[in-house]
Every structure is written in C-alpha cells, then in structure tokens.
C-alpha cells in the first residue's frame, strides 16, 4: 500500500514561495515507471492538475503555472516537493500529492488525504 502525506504552511501571505513536501512510503518514487502529482482544489471549483515528478526525475507543469512551479525531489528521503512562487488568493486550495500511471492530468491511483493553503495577508 502507498501512503503519501502532504506537508507545509496552511498560511502563506501574498506574493510570497509556497513550499510543500509530499512524504511517500511503500514505493520508491524512483519506481520505473511511476509519476507522482501535485493537484489542487480551490474552494468552489474543479480538481486541477498543477504538475508531475516523473521516475527519472523528468518534470512536466501545467502551461498557466510554469512561470511560477518548480517541482523537485528527494530520493534518499522518498519525497517531491512543490514550490509556487507569488502567490495570490487565488492559490487558496486544498493541495494534494498523488501516485499516477501518467504524467499528465488529474488521474491518480493514490492520494494523500490533502493539505488546506491559505493565502491571505
């Protein structure tokens, strides 16, 4: 079974870097093949695909966020992170990281159960 558990701030203030780390056990990320996710889901609205951290380490973002997304990791410590630099309200989301079949879109096979960002002054 793989676990993942999102972590980082759940207030983050306009114009600033958000930063979250997503922990992974019960599968290497490194797995061949295997893609691990950032999703969100702003209060209202559709689940959406931000962007992906493939088995070789090959990243792929949504075209609206690449300005801003830098999607790393660290194999020793099984774990990606996400970074989304300034940020507005309109970030405000429930992030997600998820373990998928493939690098694009909002599939996934499992999820972390999610973590609230806030960004608000």
């Known amino acids: 079974q793989v676990q993942l558990q999102e972590s980082g701030p759940g207030l983050v203030k306009p114009s600033q870097t958000l930063s979250l780390t997503c922990g992974v056990s019960?599968?290497?990320?490194?797995?061949?093949?295997?893609?691990w996710k950032w999703i969100r889901q702003p209060p209202g609205k559709d689940m959406e695909w931000m962007g992906t951290?493939?088995?070789?380490?090959?990243?792929y973002v949504v075209a609206s966020l690449k300005s801003r997304t830098s999607i790393s990791r660290d194999t020793a410590k099984n774990q990606f992170t996400l970074q989304l630099s300034s940020v507005t309200p309109e970030d405000t989301a429930v992030y997600y990281c998820?373990?998928?079949?493939?690098?694009?879109?909002?599939?996934?096979?499992?999820r972390g159960q999610g973590t609230q960002v806030t960004v608000s002054s």
């Open positions: 019960g599968e290497s990320i490194t797995t061949n093949p295997s893609f």
């Open positions: 951290i493939g088995y070789s380490g090959s990243t």
């Open positions: 998820a373990r998928a079949q493939s690098a694009y879109g909002n599939d996934w096979v499992y």
